[in-house]
């Protein structure tokens, strides 16, 4: 990928969220938790039942299904210069909605359900972006 994408940071320093790209570069997704009930959030923000106080990163799964999904035609960057993008929400395993692009296959091939894993793309800046890709067949 070329250098000039988009990065986490180019917006807003975001301590929060430091953790989770740091796993990224471990080749590991982070959920946010609540440690008093142990539900997952992505992004960082508070339990809708217990608010900030108990909450931290822990690893998740890196599996879920294909929720919905765009293809996305149009360049909006000079940066994204390859072949359409398919910008996905995946259902986590842990619960939280994921926005990611989901990259190796084709829209025609898509069907809600699907099962997909995490990969990370690490670009020619070092910074590696969580994506998805099939693992299998539909689940019924
Ligand atoms: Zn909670």
């Not at 929400?89 to 829209?107: R, S």
Request: aromatic letters at 10%; a negative charge.
């Amino acid at each position: 990928m070329s250098a000039d994408r988009p990065l986490p940071g180019d917006v807003v320093d975001d301590a929060i969220d430091q953790p989770f790209w740091d796993a990224c570069n471990d080749s590991v997704l982070l959920v946010y938790r609540c440690n008093t009930c142990g539900t997952s959030y992505w992004p960082a923000g508070s339990c809708t039942t217990h608010g900030m106080s108990d909450m931290g990163w822990v690893p998740a799964a890196g599996t879920g299904q294909l929720h919905t999904w765009t293809v996305v035609h149009q360049r909006y960057s000079r940066s994204f210069t390859d072949d359409d993008k398919i910008v996905a929400v995946i259902k986590l395993d842990e619960g939280p909605f994921f926005h990611t692009n989901l990259i190796d296959t084709h829209a025609d091939d898509l069907k809600v359900g699907l099962p997909v894993k995490v990969t990370f793309s690490t670009g020619d800046d070092g910074v590696a972006l969580p994506m998805f890709r099939l693992s299998g067949p539909p689940q019924q």
